[in-house]
Nanobody
Framework: QVQLVESGGGSVQAGGSLRLSCAASGYTLPYISMGWFRQAPGKERGGVAAIASDGSTSYADSVKGRFTISKDNAKNTLYLQMNSLNFEDTAIYYC??????????????????WGQGTQVTVSS
């Protein structure tokens, strides 16, 4: 059983930066695939970034060049560095994990374990 706890959300002005963290327990990061998803009011949950057990990454087109996903295996923690934030990035951000490598890393149905979410609000 994997448990995930996100932190680092908050309010920021457009153009600013935030770093989200996701602490994992019950499994070690080198052996699982992980991702960041977000859900804005009235919208479906969508993939933002994902990182496989081998370190390969995937990004949604809307965040490429602005967001960076990374993990610290020693700390068993996943990160999402978000730069050049804009109003459209406002959402609840969720961390997800699964022991099976996903065929489509940015699809939410690929992941069985989810954190509780952290709110990111970008003001224009």
């Amino acid at each position: 059983q994997v448990q995930l706890v996100e932190s680092g959300g908050g309010s920021v002005q457009a153009g600013g930066s935030l770093r989200l963290s996701c602490a994992a327990s019950g499994y070690t990061l080198p052996y699982i695939s992980m991702g960041w998803f977000r859900q804005a009011p009235g919208k479906e949950r969508g993939g933002v970034a994902a990182i496989a057990s081998d370190g390969s990454t995937s990004y949604a087109d809307s965040v490429k060049g602005r967001f960076t996903i990374s993990k610290d295996n020693a700390k068993n923690t996943l990160y999402l560095q978000m730069n050049s934030l804009n109003f459209e990035d406002t959402a609840i951000y969720y961390c997800a994990a699964d022991a099976i490598a996903p065929m489509t890393p940015l699809r939410s149905y690929e992941y069985n374990y989810w954190g509780q979410g952290t709110q990111v609000t970008v003001s224009s």
